[in-house]
């Protein structure tokens, strides 16, 4: 189960998202981008990394 988290805009061009939070016992860091296509929205996920 995912808790609290924090997010912010990690790059402008393409416009990219970090966010960092714990999911169960685990600090973790997501790297991704939303995208639009003819279903509409998606997440595109980039790289994620266990934080220390």
């Keep these: 189960m995912a808790g609290d988290y924090v997010e ?3 790059q402008d061009d393409p416009e990219q998202f970090i ?3 714990y999911l169960e016992n ?3 860091s997501v ?3 939303v995208r ?3 279903e509409g ?3 595109w996920l980039i790289t994620y990394w266990k934080s220390t």
Excluded: C
């Design 36 to 38: 639009y296509d003819s």
């Design 19 to 21: 966010a960092i939070g």
């Design 41 to 43: 929205e998606y997440i």
């Design 31 to 33: 790297i991704y981008e």
């Design 8 to 10: 912010r805009i990690k």
């Design 26 to 28: 685990t600090l973790l």
